[in-house]
């Protein structure tokens, strides 16, 4: 049997992004799977409630708690979240940073549009200096 392209699978552990909803932005844990449209989820150290959330609006991430059991409770999602670093291993990933970097982007007002042009120009100059003087010798 060929082996699958597929590595996220919805599964009890897997840590989530949630896409919508008021939580939107934060991760939780898959804790128990409903049916085929729904999961229970949990985020106790990301102050997500135990709630029933449709897949539609998770998006699986490559992170996953091991030895999670079935239908495990706050607390225990809890304490296996915080041993295993869960929320850092997530500020840590590439995938947080690049929506750290958007948000604070977003979050600019006009005048920090402008510093960043400059800087963007600044930067840019410098490089192109560079590269030709790399040319030239």
Do not use: C
């Not at 402008?114 to 003087?133: G, T, W």
């Amino acid at each position: 049997m060929p082996e699958s392209n597929f590595k996220r699978f919805v599964e009890v552990g897997r840590v989530v992004l949630l896409k919508a909803g008021p939580y939107s932005g934060k991760i939780a844990v898959i804790a128990e799977i409903i049916d085929h449209n729904r999961a229970i989820i949990d985020g106790p150290n990301t102050s997500v409630p135990r709630q029933s959330y449709p897949y539609k609006h998770l998006s699986l991430t490559p992170l996953k708690l091991a030895g999670l059991p079935r239908a495990a409770g706050t607390g225990t999602v809890h304490k296996v979240a915080a041993k295993e670093a869960i929320v850092e291993k997530w500020e840590k990933s590439s995938w947080a940073q690049k929506r750290a970097a958007v948000e604070k982007r977003r979050s600019l007002n006009d005048f920090g549009r402008f510093s960043v042009m400059l800087a963007k120009k600044q930067r840019r100059d410098v490089v192109r200096k560079a590269v030709f003087k790399a040319k030239k010798a």
